[in-house]
């Protein structure tokens, strides 16, 4: 499916992103070009307002020294990649005859940030080396003027104004501070301990490796961490191994689906450890928030996009697809932290005076309610109340403690917020900033999204109140069918076309927008009804991107709108297979995938419209892997209901439930196929 996209212009999908992380809960560390080249001793940005994570991480890598004036630093790289469903980097290296294999990552059970760096020294040659001396140089920076002392050649640490490391070199011969870099290019030993102090301290360790064998094999590494040593005993190459078993042990707890291809399942797995790696897990406030993505980004325009903050939006999407896997109890974790009291109601003006329980917009580190503020006034998006009871509805059935230490109070400060934020004269729910984050001072619209999503919400709530014994359940449920009802009402135009607002379709100009096509995921409207056909028509026609196989935003116009964004392609896929257009779904699934696999498994925020490089954070957890775990665990259940014949309660109005009507699409253009194979072959 994905060589027909291709024959209409699409971009092939390619490599475009030379970054990698590793992460476990704790911090991050990334990989860049060649090495090790920043770290976060923390995963989310801010812990609170003015107390920010900061960077550590100048560079770390390893060299070598044959003792005899032959040296180099190990800054080539032949190949680097992620272990498939781990944590685990995996970088190819070469000196001479030795082949170097280097295994960076954050130590799943440290308990603390840190950094194991592993290698794997191998003579590739036909006849045995000579003796020579394995480095590692850290250059980390602690902040302000750094303490460091060495209490022998395998253990230093190293204090600063942010953070005290320690590092740990089993069976290290030496250590050194000084000259080292240019010690191992001229070939010569590092030595003479490492005890001072300096804004700039460069520590590093030495090993003594004996004569190779042809084939024979070096093992050295080094761990440096916030909280000690203690994670393993052993020496490298049996840390590498445990935390292969690690991640083994994850991946048994969760759920696959059936059916999917060895490119989606490779995807899918490592979706799922990112969503892992990004899960905060220190103990306290902090625990259970899952960031928008881990600390990284690649370029959109001239804006370094670096999204590692909670956002309830993304949160929910990342949450519904942890629980959906079978990972529950990060589930709940995650939905404990977007929900503790006294953490919100900065913006109470602006939700009818509410006393409401969940952020407006996004979360700081412990948890306190963030938005950002600027010249049109703050961002208040009513969508996060829909989305959160949408979440917790989802999970509170495999985590039945939520009911009691969660629900009542979700639906106080949430379901009972969004009842009262529904607009009287429309039914819809009150204009806010929604999805696409449009602040206020006239910018304010009523979204389609913001609604669709408090539909789903209440619903959920709804349910939540009956098994609680609540009899809020049928005002829920009433006020639920009254938004659905509203949103055919007042959102759809006279062709069956869904908009993005009510005040942009009543202007009648630039109000398609890709975020409505939850109404059709959330069975608002029936994804196999005109409406779908038509809107899917005008989305084609209007938002697709010029050299991708899938969307951009809206027509709004900004950069940021007109890139292609994964959480779309995914989320019009979904609606695709529930609309029984498969084929057309698979080209967009397709296109994710084969991306995702040209990228080391990694998918983005955003892909470039005019060429799909990568763009924007890498990995994107709710909106990157949380979407694609979602669309591969939901596309079973659309195809069986497909297959199924459909009960249409209006025997008088076509359904359209079998694509094949779509004047737009992907599928009618395989006719066109041969077509158009006939004509690239005669020019």
Same mark, same amino acid.
């Given at each position: 499916?994905?060589?027909?996209?291709?024959?209409?212009?699409?971009?092939?999908?390619?490599?475009?992103?030379?970054? =990698?992380?590793?992460?476990?809960?704790?911090? #991050?560390?990334?990989?860049?070009?060649?090495?090790?080249?920043?770290?976060?001793?923390?995963?989310?940005?801010?812990?609170?307002?003015?107390?920010?994570?900061?960077?550590?991480?100048?560079?770390?890598?390893?060299?070598?020294?044959?003792?005899?004036?032959?040296?180099?630093?190990?800054?080539?790289? $032949?190949? &680097?990649?992620?272990?498939?469903?781990?944590?685990?980097?995996?970088?190819?290296?070469?000196?001479?005859?030795?082949? +170097?294999?280097?295994?960076?990552?954050?130590?799943?059970?440290?308990?603390?940030?840190?950094? &194991?760096? $592993?290698?794997? +020294?191998?003579?590739?040659?036909?006849?045995?080396?000579?003796?020579?001396?394995?480095?590692?140089?850290?250059?980390?920076?602690?902040?302000?003027?750094?303490?460091?002392?060495?209490?022998?050649?395998?253990?230093?640490?190293?204090?600063?104004?942010? $953070?005290?490391?320690?590092?740990?070199?089993?069976?290290?011969?030496?250590?050194?501070?000084?000259?080292?870099?240019?010690?191992?290019?001229?070939?010569?030993?590092?030595?003479?301990?490492?005890?001072?102090?300096?804004?700039?301290?460069?520590?590093?360790?030495?090993?003594?490796?004996?004569?190779?064998?042809?084939?024979?094999?070096?093992?050295?590494?080094?761990?440096?961490?916030?909280?000690?040593?203690?994670?393993?005993?052993?020496?490298?190459?049996?840390?590498?191994?445990?935390?292969?078993?690690?991640?083994?042990?994850?991946?048994?707890?969760?759920?696959?689906?059936?059916?999917?291809?060895?490119?989606?399942?490779?995807?899918?797995?490592?979706?799922?450890?990112?969503?892992?790696?990004?899960?905060?897990?220190?103990? *306290?406030?902090?625990?259970?928030?899952?960031?928008?993505?881990?600390?990284?980004?690649?370029?959109?325009?001239?804006?370094?996009?670096?999204?590692?903050? %909670?956002?309830?939006?993304?949160?929910?999407?990342?949450?519904?697809?942890?629980? !959906?896997?079978?990972?529950?109890?990060?589930?709940?974790? !995650?939905?404990?932290?977007?929900?503790?009291?006294?953490?919100?109601?900065?913006?109470?003006?602006?939700?009818?005076? &509410?006393?409401?329980?969940?952020?407006?917009?996004?979360?700081?580190?412990?948890?306190?309610?963030?938005?950002?503020?600027?010249?049109?006034?703050?961002?208040?998006?009513?969508?996060?109340?829909?989305?959160?009871?949408?979440?917790?509805?989802?999970?509170?059935?495999?985590?039945?403690?939520?009911?009691?230490?969660?629900?009542?109070?979700?639906?106080?400060?949430?379901?009972?917020?969004?009842?009262?934020? $529904?607009?009287?004269?429309?039914?819809?729910?009150?204009?806010?900033?929604? +999805?696409?984050?449009?602040?206020? /001072?006239?910018?304010?619209?009523?979204?389609?999204?913001?609604?669709?999503?408090?539909?789903?919400?209440?619903?959920?709530? &709804?349910? +939540?109140?009956?098994?609680?014994?609540?009899?809020?359940?049928?005002?829920?449920?009433?006020?639920?069918?009254?938004?659905?009802?509203?949103?055919?009402?007042?959102?759809?135009?006279?062709?069956?076309? =869904?908009?993005?607002?009510?005040?942009?379709?009543?202007?009648?100009?630039?109000? =398609?927008?890709?975020?409505?096509?939850?109404?059709?995921?959330?069975?608002?409207?029936?994804?196999?009804?005109?409406?779908?056909?038509?809107?899917?028509?005008?989305?084609?026609?209007?938002?697709?991107?010029?050299? *991708?196989?899938?969307?951009?935003?809206?027509?709004?116009?900004?950069?940021?709108?007109?890139?292609?964004?994964?959480?779309?392609?995914?989320?019009?896929?979904?609606?695709?297979?529930?609309?029984?257009?498969?084929?057309?779904?698979?080209?967009?699934?397709?296109?994710?995938?084969?991306?995702?696999?040209? /990228?080391?498994?990694?998918?983005?925020?955003?892909?470039?419209?005019?060429?799909?490089?990568? #763009?924007?954070?890498?990995?994107?957890?709710?909106?990157?892997?949380?979407?694609?775990?979602?669309?591969?665990?939901?596309?079973? %259940?659309?195809?069986?209901?497909?297959?199924?014949?459909?009960?249409?309660?209006?025997?008088?109005?076509?359904?359209?439930?079998?694509?094949?009507?779509?004047?737009?699409?992907?599928?009618?253009?395989?006719?066109?196929?041969? =077509?158009?194979?006939?004509?690239?072959?005669?020019?």
């Amino acid at each position: 499916m994905l060589t027909i996209a291709l024959l209409l212009g699409a971009a092939a999908p390619h490599y475009s992103y030379p970054k =990698l992380v590793t992460a476990n809960g704790y911090g #991050a560390v990334i990989f860049a070009d060649d090495r090790l080249a920043d770290a976060y001793p923390h995963l989310y940005q801010e812990y609170s307002p003015g107390v920010v994570t900061p960077e550590l991480l100048y560079d770390t890598y390893f060299g070598v020294t044959d003792l005899d004036g032959g040296g180099a630093w190990l800054t080539d790289a $032949v190949s &680097a990649t992620t272990e498939d469903g781990t944590g685990i980097l995996v970088v190819e290296r070469t000196y001479g005859s030795l082949a +170097i294999t280097e295994y960076d990552f954050a130590p799943m059970s440290m308990g603390g940030f840190g950094l &194991a760096q $592993v290698a794997r +020294i191998t003579n590739t040659g036909t006849s045995a080396t000579s003796a020579f001396q394995m480095v590692t140089l850290l250059n980390w920076h602690t902040g302000g003027t750094e303490s460091v002392g060495s209490a022998s050649a395998q253990d230093v640490s190293e204090t600063g104004a942010d $953070v005290s490391l320690t590092y740990r070199a089993p069976g290290a011969t030496d250590v050194s501070c000084g000259s080292v870099y240019d010690t191992v290019l001229a070939g010569g030993r590092i030595g003479g301990g490492c005890n001072t102090s300096g804004e700039d301290v460069v520590p590093a360790f030495g090993w003594s490796i004996p004569a190779l064998e042809p084939g024979e094999s070096a093992w050295v590494g080094v761990h440096t961490s916030t909280v000690g040593h203690a994670w393993i005993e052993g020496d490298p190459e049996q840390w590498v191994e445990f935390e292969r078993g690690l991640w083994e042990l994850f991946h048994a707890r969760g759920q696959v689906p059936a059916g999917l291809t060895a490119d989606e399942t490779a995807v899918y797995r490592q979706a799922l450890a990112y969503l892992k790696m990004g899960q905060v897990a220190e103990e *306290g406030d902090a625990h259970g928030q899952i960031p928008a993505s881990l600390p990284l980004s690649a370029p959109v325009g001239d804006f370094q996009h670096i999204w590692n903050i %909670a956002w309830v939006r993304d949160g929910a999407y990342a949450i519904v697809a942890l629980d !959906a896997a079978g990972y529950h109890e990060e589930a709940a974790a !995650a939905l404990r932290f977007l929900i503790q009291e006294g953490k919100t109601g900065d913006y109470r003006s602006y939700v009818g005076d &509410a006393d409401y329980a969940v952020s407006v917009c996004r979360v700081y580190g412990d948890g306190t309610e963030w938005t950002d503020v600027d010249a049109d006034g703050p961002n208040v998006e009513f969508d996060n109340f829909g989305l959160y009871l949408w979440a917790l509805g989802n999970v509170v059935g495999d985590d039945p403690t939520l009911l009691d230490d969660v629900a009542p109070r979700a639906l106080d400060g949430v379901a009972d917020v969004l009842v009262r934020l $529904v607009d009287p004269n429309t039914g819809l729910l009150l204009p806010d900033s929604s +999805i696409w984050e449009r602040h206020w /001072n006239d910018k304010q619209k009523q979204f389609t999204y913001s609604s669709a999503w408090a539909v789903e919400g209440l619903r959920a709530a &709804a349910e +939540i109140a009956d098994t609680l014994g609540d009899t809020r359940g049928d005002t829920y449920r009433a006020s639920a069918d009254e938004i659905a009802a509203a949103i055919e009402e007042h959102l759809v135009d006279a062709g069956g076309v =869904l908009a993005g607002s009510k005040e942009e379709l009543d202007d009648a100009e630039s109000y =398609l927008d890709l975020s409505a096509i939850e109404v059709f995921n959330l069975d608002i409207l029936d994804p196999r009804s005109e409406s779908f056909t038509a809107s899917l028509a005008a989305w084609d026609r209007e938002l697709k991107v010029t050299a *991708g196989t899938g969307y951009h935003r809206n027509d709004d116009g900004s950069t940021y709108d007109e890139h292609e964004w994964i959480v779309i392609d995914l989320r019009v896929a979904e609606a695709l297979r529930r609309s029984c257009r498969p084929e057309d779904a698979a080209v967009l699934e397709d296109w994710v995938t084969a991306q995702g696999m040209a /990228n080391n498994r990694i998918l983005p925020e955003l892909f470039e419209p005019t060429n799909g490089d990568f #763009a924007g954070p890498a990995p994107m957890l709710g909106f990157g892997a949380g979407a694609y775990v979602l669309a591969l665990q939901g596309r079973a %259940a659309a195809d069986a209901a497909c297959e199924a014949p459909v009960v249409d309660p209006d025997p008088d109005k076509p359904c359209g439930c079998t694509g094949a009507a779509s004047p737009s699409g992907i599928a009618p253009l395989l006719l066109l196929a041969p =077509l158009l194979l006939a004509r690239r072959r005669r020019s």
